[in-house]
């Protein structure tokens, strides 16, 4: 119970805090969108570009790590992708998009701040290795199939869509960041102490108020949609793609403790809001998206209580 009260609680009531002030119309929508902007296009980029500057490259990218969580990630994909097209009768595009959101993970906002509240600070290195490439290649592989789900019979080129997805990918205020970090770390430059200092300034706020704007995010999403669809995103999400990560990191990749606390957390976080964002661009499958995200992520704090228990 310790572990729900001084792990798990914390990050969720700082997400509550921010629904319940959007509830109460003292965080309106106007508010909500500016604190998110800054999180997500200031202060989480320059988090990442200070977390990839400084990471242990050589010891960070552990084949077993990455690929146990992304093995269950596409897994994960491919169960949605099948469920909503096969059993639900989806439409390709709404399947695309239901995929996504078994696909991508809340591993920033939910998965940072959870494994170092259980871990502490030092057990990071896995979670920012997974980050490193969740997003290019996560929003990669949603765009690329998305584009051919909608230029099924419109003749589009391959060139073109590879521009459209490489524009969309390297747009990211998040891509930018790592993109910056990676640029640092491999020239062996060292800046200033003065320029850590204002990137430590910058990348403290990143998390709280991530997790607050998240809050006020969430409370525009009302569960709506088909709610079977919703449960299978949820399970997706929450059991199957942590599941397959933890047995192919125990059984397979004998994954090191910290590898696998990284990969077994990052892997049971709700989907993250871009799994909506991805949806409103496409405009398929909103509602369904929208709904899963606020539910997993409720789901989620007694989810992530059990896998803390499976984990040494």
Same mark, same amino acid.
């Given at each position: 119970m310790s572990v729900l009260f001084d792990v798990i609680m914390p990050v969720f009531l700082v997400i509550g805090f921010g629904y319940a002030m959007a509830r109460q119309g003292l965080f309106n929508d106007s508010a909500v969108d500016g604190v998110m902007r800054f999180a997500q296009n200031f202060a989480v980029p320059v988090l990442l570009f200070r977390s990839i500057a400084r990471l242990d490259l050589s010891? /960070? $990218?552990? #084949?077993?790590l990455m690929l146990s969580f992304y093995i269950g990630a596409f897994a994960a994909f491919g169960f949605g992708f099948a469920g909503a097209r096969l059993a639900f009768r989806r439409p390709?595009?709404?399947?695309?998009?239901?995929?996504?959101?078994?696909?991508?993970?809340?591993?920033?906002?939910?998965?940072?701040?959870?494994?170092?509240? /259980? $871990?502490? #600070?030092?057990?990071?290195?896995g979670n920012y290795a997974i980050i490193s490439v969740h997003a290019p290649m996560l929003y990669g592989v949603g765009i690329a199939l998305m584009e051919w789900a909608?230029?099924?019979?419109?003749?589009?080129?391959?060139?073109?869509?590879?521009?459209?997805?490489?524009r969309a990918i390297f747009s990211q205020p998040l891509v930018i960041g790592i993109v910056a970090g990676f640029a640092v770390n491999f020239s062996g430059l060292e800046p200033?102490?003065?320029?850590?200092?204002?990137?430590?300034?910058m990348a403290r706020s990143a998390i709280p108020a991530a997790l607050f704007g998240l809050g006020g995010v969430l409370f525009r999403y009302r569960p709506e949609g088909d709610k079977v669809t919703i449960a299978m995103i949820c399970l997706a999400s929450l059991v199957l793609h942590p599941a397959i990560t933890w047995l192919l990191g125990t059984k397979v990749f004998s994954n090191d403790t910290d590898a696998l606390r990284s990969s077994v957390l990052t892997a049971a976080q709700a989907p993250g809001v871009n799994a909506y964002m991805f949806a409103h661009l496409y405009g398929v499958a909103r509602r369904v998206n929208a709904s899963a995200v606020l539910i997993a992520t409720a789901l989620s704090m007694l989810t992530i209580w059990g896998w803390l228990h499976v984990l040494p």
């Open positions: 010891s /960070a $990218y552990e #084949p077993g390709l595009t709404d399947s695309v998009a239901i995929g996504f959101a078994c696909l991508f993970s809340n591993s920033l906002l939910l998965g940072l701040p959870i494994t170092e509240r /259980a $871990y502490g #600070p030092e057990a990071l290195a909608k230029a099924s019979g419109q003749g589009l080129t391959l060139g073109a869509l590879l521009r459209q997805i490489l200033p102490g003065f320029f850590w200092s204002a990137v430590d300034l």
